[in-house]
């Protein structure tokens, strides 16, 4: 079993007060067999009308704004609309989890020395 850790590093803020940017860190640990991953970035963070004064704010709170949904939308050469939205709890998980994955498969193709 992968336990996710998820943490915010540094804040980001403008006029003292409102946060712009989280800078963002996940370790994933599989104790099972002894195997650690991690991702880290940044998330830039639109608040509308939401506001917490900065000394009121928790880590909880900052990854709460960091996991909702990020919608990106732009225009093509043809100028249509495209649109997609990326989740990065799940997005940061699978990418993390794939590194465990990886690092299980590698260290089943380097079995241990015969004669040891």
Same mark, same amino acid.
Request: charged share 25%; aromatic share 8%; hydrophobic share 40%.
């Given at each position: 079993?992968?336990? =996710?850790?998820?943490?915010?590093?540094?804040?980001? &803020? $403008?006029?003292?007060?409102? &946060?712009?940017?989280? =800078?963002?860190?996940?370790?994933?640990?599989?104790?099972?067999?002894?195997?650690?991953?991690?991702?880290?970035?940044?998330? @830039?963070?639109?608040?509308?009308?939401?506001?917490?004064? =900065?000394?009121?704010?928790?880590?909880?709170?900052?990854?709460?704004?960091?996991?909702? !949904?990020?919608?990106?939308?732009?225009? @093509? &050469?043809?100028?249509?609309?495209?649109?997609? @939205?990326?989740?990065?709890?799940?997005?940061?998980?699978?990418? &993390?989890?794939?590194?465990?994955?990886?690092?299980?498969?590698?260290? $089943?193709?380097? !079995?241990?020395?015969?004669?040891?």
């Amino acid at each position: 079993m992968i336990t =996710y850790t998820w943490n915010i590093e540094k804040l980001q &803020v $403008a006029n003292d007060e409102l &946060v712009v940017k989280a =800078y963002w860190l996940l370790v994933a640990k599989d104790e099972e067999n002894s195997l650690t991953a991690a991702a880290s970035g940044i998330r @830039t963070l639109v608040r509308g009308n939401s506001f917490t004064a =900065y000394g009121q704010l928790t880590e909880q709170q900052v990854l709460d704004w960091c996991f909702e !949904p990020e919608v990106i939308t732009w225009t @093509t &050469v043809n100028r249509d609309k495209e649109t997609i @939205t990326k989740h990065l709890k799940d997005d940061g998980e699978k990418q &993390v989890t794939g590194q465990i994955e990886r690092q299980l498969t590698q260290k $089943a193709a380097e !079995p241990a020395l015969p004669w040891l």
